[in-house]
């Protein structure tokens, strides 16, 4: 049967499917949101260590960490200020890679990842494994710019852009959910863009 208004409506602009309830396409553009003020780091000084409730903490040099096989990421990212930007890539490490050299124990639920500024935010174990959480250095081909967390930030794409710490050192395995930097002051501590989870309590 069909529809009485279906030649009006055929003619409305098809909203993006790739884009979460709020959201709006931001196109070319990549803007910066940062809390702190941008920190230098050379590569050199830079690691990234993973601890807490793990069997083996440990910590990957730059160098180590390139050893590690590279897994990239094409796809949208989505911040909760309600800007999306399609068609990002990103390359680096899978933080899979990383969590089957420390062992989570059985009793690791939660994620806490660090900033070498003192960035945080939390995250379910669930969010940073099976293929949807990076830590990445390289951005279109090229080395990830300082202003968006170079040389390597964390990259959870699925949700929203705020659980992608910039600068990132340290991912600490916890028993249970503790608030991240944002998740302190209101934000949710989950964040998926498709349920619009921006404030605690959505
Ligand atoms: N260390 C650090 N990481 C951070 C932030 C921050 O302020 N400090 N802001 C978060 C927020 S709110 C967003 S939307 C993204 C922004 O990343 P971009 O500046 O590369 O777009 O980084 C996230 N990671
Ligand atoms: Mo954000």
């Not at 009006?8 to 003020?37: H, I, K, N, S």
């Amino acid at each position: 049967m069909p529809g009485p208004t279906r030649g009006f409506l055929g003619r409305r602009r098809e909203r993006d499917t790739r884009l979460p309830p709020g959201q709006y396409d931001a196109g070319r553009e990549w803007p910066v949101l940062t809390a702190e003020p941008t920190p230098r780091i050379s590569p050199e000084t830079w690691s990234i260590t993973v601890d807490g409730r793990v069997e083996t903490p440990t910590t990957w040099s730059w160098d180590e960490a390139h050893r590690l096989p590279r897994s990239e990421y094409r796809g949208a990212i989505h911040c909760v200020t309600t800007w999306s930007k399609f068609d990002t890539w990103f390359a680096g490490v899978s933080v899979d890679t990383l969590l089957e050299a420390a062992r989570p124990t059985p009793d690791a639920h939660f994620v806490m990842a660090t900033s070498k500024t003192g960035y945080t935010t939390n995250l379910p174990l669930e969010d940073v494994t099976g293929g949807k959480a990076w830590v990445v250095w390289e951005y279109d081909g090229g080395p990830l710019p300082v202003e968006h967390g170079g040389p390597v930030r964390l990259l959870v794409p699925h949700l929203y852009f705020w659980k992608s710490a910039k600068w990132v050192s340290r991912l600490t395995l916890m028993q249970r959910d503790q608030p991240g930097f944002w998740e302190q002051n209101g934000y949710h501590d989950r964040g998926d863009p498709w349920r619009e989870q921006r404030y605690q309590g959505d």
